[in-house]
T-cell receptor
Framework: SQQGEEDPQALSIQEGENATMNCSYK?????LQWYRQNSGRGLVHLILIRSNEREKHSGRLRVTLDTSKKSSSLLITASRAADTASYFC????????FGAGTILRVKS | KAGVTQTPRYLIKTRGQQVTLSCSPISGHRSVSWYQQTPGQGLQFLFEYFSETQRNKGNFPGRFSGRQFSNSRSEMNVSTLELGDSALYLCASSRAGTGEQTQYFGPGTRLLVL
């Protein structure tokens, strides 16, 4: 079953713009992870944020976590055409529960 | 370090047949998890194996089974295939003994049931 909602379901932006995706989850967590998937291929791990962290950065990625609202956001700055993919949040360790995902399209 | 590998990459089967998918984890990883991805249900957890034992199980019928070998390689089997089993099957490995660790995914096996 899906963990929760991801918002928006789809996002289309121009190269160089920022993209923000949001994720909500239902249960208490130890950490939350974000993954990227290109065209129905395998998932690529982007970043893991622990429940005691509020914000984490990795290159052009910035993830925030609000455990009181059971929500997280992923910000991709200065987007590139190569960022076009589906993005999923997931919780649950080795038994991951995924959100429905956000389809991001970056137009060049 | 080589990533997670899955074989075969593509499969076409007919209803009623069975299928076996294989997953080789990253060297040193002892946990292997399997997921099913479909357009309708999204990504769903099937089961997790650690040290040759099934440690977690998702909400799938008994037609879906798996095993793990002493070298941590894992197989999953689906018997009596149904049209709805058409999906991308992903395996993921992690170093984890206990606790929650990053999972690294393979490229997936795309199964089409006709």
């Amino acid at each position: 079953s899906q963990q929760g909602e991801e918002d928006p379901q789809a996002l289309s932006i121009q190269e160089g713009e920022n993209a923000t995706m949001n994720c909500s989850y239902k249960t208490s967590i130890n950490n939350l992870q974000w993954y990227r998937q290109n065209s129905g291929r395998g998932l690529v791990h982007l970043i893991l944020i622990r429940s005691n962290e509020r914000e984490k950065h990795s290159g052009r990625l910035r993830v925030t976590l609000d455990t009181s609202k059971k929500s997280s956001s992923l910000l991709i700055t200065a987007s590139r055409a190569a960022d076009t993919a589906s993005y999923f949040c997931a919780t649950g360790g080795n038994k991951l529960v995924f959100g429905a995902g956000t389809i991001l399209r970056v137009k060049s | 370090k080589a990533g997670v590998t899955q074989t075969p990459r593509y499969l076409i089967k007919t209803r009623g047949q069975q299928v076996t998918l294989s997953c080789s984890p990253i060297s040193g990883h002892r946990s292997v998890s399997w997921y099913q991805q479909t357009p309708g249900q999204g990504l769903q957890f099937l089961f997790e194996y650690f040290s040759e034992t099934q440690r977690n199980k998702g909400n799938f019928p008994g037609r879906f089974s798996g095993r793990q070998f002493s070298n941590s390689r894992s197989e999953m089997n689906v018997s009596t295939l149904e049209l709805g089993d058409s999906a991308l099957y992903l395996c993921a490995s992690s170093r984890a003994g206990t606790g929650e660790q990053t999972q690294y995914f393979g490229p997936g096996t795309r199964l089409l049931v006709l």
